[in-house]
């Protein structure tokens, strides 16, 4: 027998021995004694066995017990769902404050997420007056500027009840009772804090979100006084939480200087709020200066914040030879000590820069600043802040003495470096007044170009860049630009009806020059009228594509019969013989036909191009605007050099014929018929090109002026001044007794 269980052979002949000696059907009664929550199935091939339901445990006969996936697996939902249990499975459900990207009920592996519900998204989760903060799961509300919660937290739930209501310190600021009583509130409270990293953690968590312009200037006090008393008492801070107490002084005073605020500076005079941004840049450099005495070896420390950034350096003095320098959001600044340095120094050297990202708008100067340097470009346009402000300062003075300091601040506006002007400034203020400007003695503009200045000084304090733009200038002067046009159009068309009826009326005048006039003041009437009507209809698109068509064609036209009046001007002093009928007729084809010509194919080409979204005139995009200035410069050149040809001719004629008269005569003779001329043949529209080349407010006045009147000067010129039409009128109105008076 022990033979036989060591052979695996037998054994297994052994085992089909006993097997037959057993019940066949035994086995396939087995599947009756399954239990209710199991199936009786084989498994690779095995005979046939029970076995639990998916989501029971058991022996599949005698017992089968439900899993609780929601206690046997960590998490199966994930942080953001909550676990069922069920007979046999189980499902998730999205916590409050989140959704199901698929089904409410679902099973992590079909692919389903918990995603946050955006509460903000109506927009009247908070209430009038509010603001709504989407965070993950949930949302806090808090009042906009010049409100507050009736509960007296900042961040509220609406379902508490808690509204906004009028901040009772909204007008505060204009009243200096009120301010100084705001002020005094805020140090009682911060005075009871005396460590220096929980008062700016304290100003940081309370100067978040919308303030009020008293507010402001108490937090900025409070801010001042902390500095001016903890250097008063020499206080010294754990150089483990020197970081910490800088980034909360960051914090603090990025939250009082972000653009959000920039409506509550605003509303502060100019006196107080250029003090109370004074205060708040010493604050910071002092600050900080005097967190650095408390590093006992040398550091390098660099903190940013929303608004800004500080590089903060202690250096060994008896090493203080070299440059200093710093590079921060594309800006560098330089220090450079002089070559002659004290010796035997032990005391170490505090550095700190400082870079504002927001800070310009701020301390945008005035229409008069109170530099004498702006007083020559001041009037070339609106003075702007065009960088962002760099500050530099550093103790003790005598041990690191600066030489001067060199940087270059990218501008925050490209500029015309032909057009713009640019200065290096720097923010002027002595610590005992702390009346801030802008001024600019000591430093000097390097290089310019237009994305950068370098310039170098020498002191250190907070430094910018200027910028006075012509381009800016041209903008205030837009509305008496436009009331000049209107204004000149309105008389210009009178005076062309009046030329029109007098070159049509009066058949002793008419003649080939008169029909040429007759055109000219028809084409320039039409396009002036339609101008002065329709060039502001912009808001249906198809109207404001005709009506700019309509005014490429008029002005076109106008230009054609410019340019024949000065062929014709050119026939006459040349002495050209000409068929007048052949003319007439190819003036007609040259004065309707070419505009047409144009016009047609412009359209074809590029109809979309016609009317814009500011005004019913021809589109900048693709140079399409020279399908109208192309022609204008060509008929303007023409015109300009049959000018000049007939100008010189008549005074050759002049002094020919009349040497009697002197040559001054002569030349004002010409000149006389010279400005008419001007006008007439369109001339003084080359002010337009010019204004293109270099846009000033010289160009724009006299582009302006000589063209919106030139109906006005061509009536003057042609019909006010010519003898002809004078007897004309004289022999029409001399019948009439109340006119033969006046024009006797």
């Known amino acids: 027998m022990d033979s036989l269980l060591k052979s695996p052979m037998k054994l297994v002949l052994l085992t089909a021995w006993l097997s037959s000696l057993m019940d066949p059907c035994s086995f396939a009664n087995i599947c009756d004694s399954c239990h209710q929550l199991a199936t009786c199935k084989s498994l690779n091939g095995s005979n046939e066995a029970c076995f639990c339901n998916h989501g029971y445990t058991g022996d599949g006969t005698t017992f089968c017990k439900d899993d609780n996936e929601c206690q046997n697996v960590t998490n199966i939902c994930g942080d953001k769902g909550n676990c069922t249990n069920t007979a046999g499975s189980y499902y998730c459900t999205c916590v409050p404050g989140y959704k199901s990207t698929g089904r409410a009920k679902f099973q992590p ?84 804090l005396t460590e220096p990293e929980s008062l700016l953690r304290e100003l940081a968590t309370r100067t978040s979100g919308e303030l009020t312009s008293v507010e402001v200037i108490a937090y900025v006090e409070a801010l001042s006084r902390s500095t001016l008393a903890a250097g008063e008492n020499d206080f010294t801070v754990k150089p483990s939480v020197i970081n910490s107490t800088l980034r909360n002084l960051l914090r603090a005073v990025s939250n009082l200087v972000e653009k959000d605020e920039l409506m ?129 300062a550093l103790k003790p003075a005598d041990v690191y003495q600066l030489d001067h300091v060199t940087f270059t601040l990218r501008h925050i506006e490209p500029i015309d470096t032909t057009a713009d002007v640019t200065k290096c400034v720097f923010w002027e203020y002595t610590p005992d007044r702390l009346q801030g400007r802008w001024a ?49 159009m309105i008389i210009s068309l009178i005076c062309l009806s009046m030329c029109i009826f007098t070159f049509w009326f009066f058949s002793g005048i008419q003649s080939t020059r008169t029909t040429i006039h007759k055109n000219l003041c028809c084409s320039l009437f039409m396009a002036e009228f339609i101008f002065l009507v329709g060039i502001n209809m912009n808001t249906h698109k198809l109207f404001c594509a005709v009506i700019a068509g309509l005014l490429h064609y008029f002005f076109l036209a106008a230009f054609a019969w410019m340019c024949i009046e000065g062929i014709h001007l050119y026939l006459i002093v040349v002495g050209v013989i000409y068929n007048k009928g052949f003319l007439h007729r190819n003036f007609y084809i040259f004065g309707y036909g070419s505009p ?42 023409v015109n300009l050099l049959a000018f000049g040809v007939i100008i010189f001719k008549v005074y050759r004629h002049t002094a020919v014929k009349k040497p009697e008269i002197s040559h001054y005569e002569n030349i004002r003779s010409c000149a006389r018929g010279a400005l008419a001329l001007l006008f007439v043949l369109g001339a003084t529209w080359a002010f337009g090109v010019l204004h293109i080349l270099n846009e000033t407010t010289l160009t724009a006045y006299l582009f302006t002026i000589t063209n919106a009147f030139q109906g006005m000067f061509i009536f003057i010129f042609l019909c006010v001044l010519s003898r002809k039409i004078q007897e004309e009128y004289y022999r029409l109105f001399k019948n009439v007794p109340c006119c033969f008076e006046c024009l006797r």
């Open 109 to 192: 592996n079909d692919g389903t997420d918990c995603v946050d519900i955006d509460e903000c998204e109506d927009g009247r989760a908070c209430g009038p007056n509010s603001n709504c903060h989407n965070t993950n799961g949930s949302f806090y509300c808090t009042c906009q500027r010049d409100y507050i919660p009736t509960s007296g937290t900042k961040h509220f739930h609406p379902q508490r009840g808690v509204r906004c209501k009028e901040h009772p310190q909204k007008y505060c600021h204009d009243n200096n009772g009120c301010v100084t009583q705001a002020i005094n509130k805020t140090l009682e409270y911060m005075g009871n």
């Open 264 to 392: 509550s500076w605003s509303r502060i005079k100019e006196k107080r709020r250029e003090q109370t941004i004074t205060k708040l840049l010493y604050s910071v450099e002092e600050s900080a200066l005097m967190l650095a005495k408390s590093f006992q070896t040398p550091t390098e420390v660099e903190i940013k914040a929303a608004q800004m950034e500080m590089r903060l350096l202690t250096l060994d003095g008896r090493k203080t030879n070299g440059k200093v320098s710093a590079h921060m959001g594309g800006d560098r600044m330089i220090l450079t000590p002089k070559q002659k340095l004290k010796e035997d120094m032990n005391e170490s050297v505090s550095v700190v820069f400082v870079r504002y990202d927001s800070i310009g708008d701020i301390l945008k100067p005035s229409a008069d600043p109170g530099v004498t340097d702006y007083s020559r470009y001041a009037g070339s346009g609106e003075i702007t802040v065009n960088s962002q402000v760099f500050a530099a």
């Open 440 to 488: 600019t003695d000591g430093c000097k503009t390097v290089y310019v170009s237009s994305n950068a200045t370098s310039c170098s000084c020498n002191h250190l304090t907070h430094f910018a860049i200027l910028m006075s733009s012509g381009q800016a200038n041209l903008v205030a002067h837009n509305n008496i630009l436009t009331r000049i046009t209107q204004l000149g």
């Open 596 to 637: 047409a010509v144009v016009v047609t194919i412009s359209a074809t080409l590029g109809s979309r191009y016609y009317g814009t979204d500011k005004a019913c005139w021809l589109s900048t995009e693709n140079h399409f605007i020279w399908s109208f200035i192309g022609p204008a410069c060509l008929i303007i050149l």
